[in-house]
């Protein structure tokens, strides 16, 4: 799984398709595999319950389990849902390119994603270790120690490469202009609020990338391992 | 022809917005790295962004 570029990938994208794309459906689209299935991955704490799913790589990427929401045909159900149930082609679109990406950017790992459901192979690069299953600080600290971690940053340094992307200028002339959503929630959100709105997944992915990094690596001190796979003092999990 | 990267350059005002976010990403970090429950939700980091960056300098500018 990836952590920091599903943040950070709708801003490369933004930065080619200028006004033929939302920027909204195209960032909930990026977000949208992961969107309900995180938390028991991971596993949460209810009063004197522990949820948790008891294998998380085959719940959250694996059939029978929710790994059809990264699967291209998934994307494509809910671009359909926007398009003829909500009469919105350029939502459609935009959802369907921001979750086309989050699909393909997890085949990097161990496990992978069946992008051909319902075909259940797992298309898989193995470049970074899954280690979801391991809870999500030991998750974490793996994630940022691996080719993962690099792969985050080469969105980290494009954004900052791409930097008009993100100024109130560009979001004025092209994101403003291009979906009606913004001028809709202008009506009682003013500009200034607008534009910090636009900017939030950056500064998120951004940031968040440099905490864990710190976390993990000056704070705790877990050894980078950037070789194909890695790290490999985590126990990766396997499609 | 050989093909060239090009930057553009800031200028004072980009820069200005850009010191702006970076201050508050120094703080967001700062409270991540102390405790990292803050990094886990998008929500908080939203809401954490729209108070820093909008909703204060707006308080500042109609105070001063």
């Given at each position: 799984?990836s ?9 490369a ?6 006004l033929k794309l939302?920027?909204?459906p ?16 991971y ?25 059809f929401?990264?699967?291209f045909?998934?994307?494509i ?15 459609a ?7 086309f990406?989050?699909?393909?950017t ?17 298309f ?12 999500r600080?030991t998750?974490a ?13 080469v ?6 490469w791409s ?5 109130s200028?560009?979001f ?14 202008n009506r ?8 910090v709105?636009?900017?939030a ?26 070789s194909?796979?890695g ?9 | ?9 800031p200028?004072?005002?980009?820069l ?13 970090i700062?409270?991540?790295?102390a ?27 109609r105070?001063?």
């Amino acid at each position: 799984m990836s952590w920091a570029a599903h943040d950070l990938e709708p801003y490369a994208i933004q930065k080619h398709v200028g006004l033929k794309l939302a920027f909204v459906p195209l960032l909930i689209g990026s977000y949208s595999p992961d969107m309900m299935t995180k938390w028991f991955v991971y596993g949460i704490h209810l009063g004197p319950w522990d949820l948790k799913a008891s294998d998380p790589a085959k719940f959250h990427r694996g059939w029978p389990g929710f790994g059809f929401t990264h699967s291209f045909i998934y994307g494509i159900a809910i671009a359909l849902i926007f398009w003829k149930v909500f009469g919105s082609k350029l939502w459609a679109v935009s959802f369907l390119v921001g979750q086309f990406a989050h699909a393909i950017t997890d085949t990097g790992d161990t496990v992978g994603t069946m992008l051909l459901f319902p075909w259940t192979f797992h298309f898989h690069l193995g470049a970074w270790a899954y280690a979801g299953q391991t809870g999500r600080t030991t998750d974490a600290a793996a994630y940022f120690s691996g080719l993962g971690s690099m792969w985050d940053l080469v969105f980290v340094v494009y954004g900052f490469w791409s930097w008009r992307v993100l100024t109130s200028d560009y979001f004025d002339n092209l994101i403003y202009r291009a979906d009606a959503f913004w001028p809709w929630l202008n009506r009682w959100v003013p500009r200034g609020a607008l534009i910090v709105l636009y900017r939030a997944a950056f500064f998120y992915g951004t940031s968040r990338w440099i905490a864990w990094t710190i976390w993990a690596h000056v704070i705790h001190h877990y050894p980078y391992d950037l070789s194909w796979g890695g790290p490999h003092w985590v126990h990766a999990a396997h499609p | 022809m050989r093909p060239r990267l090009s930057f553009d350059v800031p200028t004072r005002r980009d820069l200005r917005v850009f010191a702006g976010y970076f201050l508050a990403a120094a703080v967001y970090i700062s409270i991540g790295v102390a405790w990292i429950d803050f990094l886990f939700s998008f929500w908080v980091g939203l809401a954490y962004l729209l108070v820093v960056a909008w909703a204060v300098p707006m308080l500042v500018r109609r105070l001063a």
